[in-house]
C-alpha cells in the first residue's frame, strides 16, 4: 500500500473512532497511525481539513453503492413503500454517522461537483420518486427529487431548530421516520 493509501485509511479508522469529536482528529494522530512522515498530509491534500473531505466521500460512497443491494431486497414493495425505506436508511445513517455526514453534506454545499454524495443519493431517489408520480413531467419529477433530498438534509442540519420549533426530536428514531413519511407525503402530494 502506497504512503497516500495509508493515510486515508488511517483517516478513515480515526473518524469512525472519534465519531462526533472528529474535530479533534490531528496531522500527528493521522501520520503515527499511518506511520508515515508530518509532511505527507500536506504533500498529497494539501490540508488535514482536505484530507477529511476526501475521507468522508470515501466513507459516503461506500454507503451509497449499497443502495443497489438494498434495491433488490426491497423489489416486492411498492414505489413508495421503497422510497420510504431507502429514505429511512438515508436518515438513519446520518444520524448514526453524525459527524461524517455533517462534513459530507456542508462539503457538497459548499463545493458541489456534479457525482458527489449528494447527487448520488439525488440519483437512487430520482427513479422511485419518478415511479410514485407517473402523472408527473420529468423536469417536475427532477425538482421535486431535489426538494426530497434538499428538505432531508436541511432536517439534518437543522434538528435541533426542528426540535425547538416543531417539537419533533429527530434524533429519535420513531419521530424520526414519522417525521420523513409526512415530508414524503407533502412533497409528492400523496396521502397514505
Keep these: 500500500m502506497d504512503n497516500k493509501e495509508k493515510i486515508i485509511k488511517a483517516t478513515i ?7 462526533e469529536q472528529i474535530n479533534s482528529i490531528t496531522v500527528r494522530d493521522i501520520c503515527k497511525k499511518a506511520n508515515v512522515g508530518l509532511g505527507l498530509v500536506n504533500y498529497y491534500f494539501e490540508n488535514k481539513e482536505k484530507l477529511v473531505a476526501y475521507c ?3 466513507i459516503i460512497n461506500g454507503i451509497v453503492e449499497k443502495f443497489a443491494v438494498i434495491r433488490e431486497q426491497i423489489k416486492g414493495f411498492t414505489p413508495f413503500e421503497k422510497l ?18 455533517k462534513i459530507s453534506i456542508l462539503t457538497d ?68 421516520k414519522q417525521y420523513y413519511r409526512q415530508m414524503l407525503q407533502d412533497i409528492l402530494g400523496i396521502e397514505k
Design 84 to 101: 420510504d425505506h431507502l429514505g429511512n436508511m438515508t436518515f438513519d445513517f446520518l444520524f448514526d454517522h453524525y459527524a461524517v455526514s
Design 109 to 176: 454545499m459548499q463545493t458541489p461537483k456534479e457525482n458527489d454524495n449528494t447527487h448520488k443519493t439525488y440519483s437512487a431517489f430520482l427513479p422511485l420518486v419518478s415511479a410514485c408520480r407517473l402523472d408527473w413531467s420529468e423536469d417536475k419529477v427532477k425538482r421535486m427529487t431535489h426538494c426530497l433530498i434538499n428538505s432531508m438534509q436541511q432536517a439534518f442540519l437543522r434538528n435541533e431548530i426542528i426540535l425547538l420549533t416543531q417539537c419533533v426530536d429527530l434524533r429519535n428514531k420513531a419521530e424520526r
Design 56 to 58: 468522508v466521500e470515501r
Design 13 to 19: 479508522t480515526l473518524i469512525e473512532e472519534k465519531g
